[in-house]
């Protein structure tokens, strides 16, 4: 059950870069979607969509690598250390 739950937590902002990804494609076709005005803002929107959705899902896997012991030393030094 619990690797369902991190599947959806990951599914849906992969969902989300991915409709970012699909934004900055029709701005580069000058395909204009009804929510944006131009496409400089639905480009923008687009890549704001695609930087949320990678950084959380790198975030995430970081996170869980960091918990099992799986990261490079240099990264599991604490400020306090």
């Given amino acids: 059950?619990?690797?369902f739950i991190a599947l959806m937590i990951l599914v849906i902002p992969g969902i989300i870069a991915g409709?970012?990804?699909k934004l900055m494609r029709d701005t580069l076709f000058q395909i204009v979607n009804s929510p944006f005005t131009?496409?400089?803002l639905q480009f923008v929107i687009g890549f704001i969509l695609f930087l949320a959705g990678l950084s959380f899902i790198?975030?995430?896997i970081f996170y869980r690598d960091k918990?099992?012991?799986?990261?490079?030393p240099r990264f599991s030094k604490r400020k306090g250390d």
């Fill in 1 to 3: 059950m619990g690797r």
């Fill in 19 to 21: 409709y970012g990804i």
């Fill in 38 to 40: 131009s496409l400089t």
């Fill in 58 to 60: 790198g975030g995430f």
């Fill in 67 to 72: 918990k099992n012991g799986k990261i490079a």
